[in-house]
């Protein structure tokens, strides 16, 4: 039976490989598709019958087209393999880049039959900043360049015959696209987007105006306005396909994000409601896992996020959780056992509530993974009490899974480190840092952290960074005196 195992986990693997690889072929030869039908009925194309007979007399040339594009395409990939593994290694972003680039040629064609100006050459870019990265978002903005290049090489009459709209092309989607990458870094609203558009168009405007300078009057105010209009176009653009391509392929960008950490969210809105206790303790694990994040280079954003809801498992039988009993506590009434299975079903059961609303899985991951397979110790303690026997610790843990990134490592630490501080009387630097270490000591020694690639340097980095925190929320104040008003005390 041993022998077994690895043979399925291999299958497994080779099945997803394969899957991905399906998936990446197929719509890599929906971008040759999307080329070959825009070369084909690029209305440029139907101007003139020469034109028509010049399309159809050069199949060597879109052959080797297409041939090219195959090309570039399958390096994209190759390029996301070696340099971003975990990226590339889950199939929804596996079968993203393509419908990028899909999207950006169609929207591309369409503006062109109205002014070559008028182009989004940024799409492309912007919708890889949000759904890829600021990183990547340049690879792609090359790619397409050289993409859109090819395609109106052909579509001019002829390979590589570099006329005035095929320079034009290149210049504004590098420029543009080079320029959108490094203004919209960090954007955290659609409406910021929209008004970084207006700066982004100045690229755009100023190649149209040194390009068209000397081509008339009118032509030139054409350009110009055109070019104008192809940021804002662009903008419109990204935030209208951005709501498509999360629910479509399940990613969760800095908007989606924003929006989660909305406390007029219903799960949120709910959990303050019916467990104000469990929600003031999301509030700050959510507040020390955003600093841990950033203090080693993690997504702050997503941490904050699947911090928030990582407990909403609660809402089930909120009562039964410390912080939210207000003298009365129903477990001194049930076994241990029983205590137990109350207590660490609400991890489950978060997952399922955040799947049910559908929320990104990355934060039902969280809620899943943020207890590990640590002992629920209070129980296990309560029921030595009752049995003269030994009893298997393993009755009184958490399912799991144990935390598989960094960011459910830190929410797991910030999340025992709050409720830890939270339970000292005397909360001076010297005892916090001392609980703080003792809880990642604890989680090391269980091996918690043996599926995730956190390293020691980064959990001390962290150990710091939650003293330092927690330290200034449970900071000592100073005793107010009484006031005599009137010959009273007040």
Do not use: W
């Not at 559908?358 to 397979?373: C, K, N, S, Y």
């Not at 009893?391 to 990134?405: A, E, H, V």
């Not at 005892?431 to 703080?436: G, H």
């Amino acid at each position: 039976m041993m022998k077994e195992k690895p043979k399925t986990a291999s299958s497994g693997a080779v099945k997803k490989l394969l899957l991905r690889a399906v998936s990446a072929l197929g719509l890599t030869l929906a971008i040759i598709g999307v080329t070959f039908l825009t070369i084909c009925f690029d209305l440029r194309s139907f101007k003139s019958a020469a034109s028509v007979v010049t399309a159809k007399e050069n199949v060597g040339n879109v052959t080797f087209v297409m041939g090219a594009i195959f090309a570039f395409t399958i390096a994209v990939y190759v390029y996301y393999k070696l340099d971003v593994r975990t990226y590339i290694g889950k199939q929804n972003n596996a079968v993203l880049l393509p419908p990028i680039i899909i999207v950006s040629i169609i929207c591309c064609f369409f503006a062109s039959e109205i002014n070559v100006y008028l182009r989004p050459y940024a799409l492309c870019s912007m919708l890889s900043i949000f759904l890829i990265g600021k990183r990547h978002a340049l690879v792609n903005t090359i790619y397409f360049a050289i993409l859109m290049m090819l395609i109106d090489s052909v579509s001019s009459g002829g390979l590589f015959l570099f006329d005035r709209e095929l320079i034009v092309s290149f210049l504004l989607t590098v420029i543009t696209g080079a320029a959108s990458v490094f203004m919209l870094d960090g954007a955290g609203s659609r409406i910021k987007v929209v008004l970084t558009s207006v700066v982004l168009s100045i690229p755009a405007l100023l190649t149209s105006f040194g390009l068209e300078l000397y081509s008339g009057y009118y032509k030139l105010l054409t350009s110009v306005d055109s070019a104008f209009a192809s940021g804002i176009m662009a903008a419109v653009l990204t935030t209208a396909l951005l709501p498509v391509f999360e629910s479509a392929f399940r990613v969760v960008t800095t908007f989606r994000l924003a929006e989660l950490t909305d406390h007029k969210q219903k799960l949120l809105k709910e959990l303050a409601e019916r467990a104000p206790g469990t929600f003031n303790h999301t509030v700050i694990v959510a507040m020390i896992a955003e600093a841990c994040s950033n203090a080693i280079g993690e997504n702050p954003l997503l941490a904050r996020a699947c911090a928030y809801y990582h407990d909403v498992g609660k809402l089930k039988n909120p009562e039964m959780f410390t912080e939210n009993q207000t003298g009365y506590n129903p477990h001194d009434d049930l076994s241990p056992e029983l205590s137990t299975d109350i207590i660490r079903s609400h991890a489950k059961d978060g997952a399922e509530l955040i799947r049910k609303c559908r929320l990104p899985e990355v934060i039902a991951e969280t809620a899943e993974q943020h207890h590990g397979t640590m002992p629920i110790r209070y129980f296990y303690v309560k029921a030595q009490k009752y049995t003269d026997g030994k009893l298997d610790i393993s009755r009184f843990c958490y399912p799991g899974p144990k935390p598989r990134t960094k960011i459910n490592a830190i929410i797991m630490i910030s999340d025992a480190c709050e409720a830890r501080v939270r339970s000292i009387k005397d909360r001076t630097y010297e005892n916090v840092d001392k609980a703080v270490g003792e809880m990642i000591e604890e989680r090391l020694d269980m091996d918690q952290f043996t599926e995730c690639d956190i390293t020691i340097k980064e959990l001390n980095i962290i150990k710091n960074t939650i003293t330092n925190t927690l330290a200034g929320v449970y900071h000592d104040r100073v005793k107010y005196p009484k006031l005599k008003i009137g010959g009273k005390n007040a």
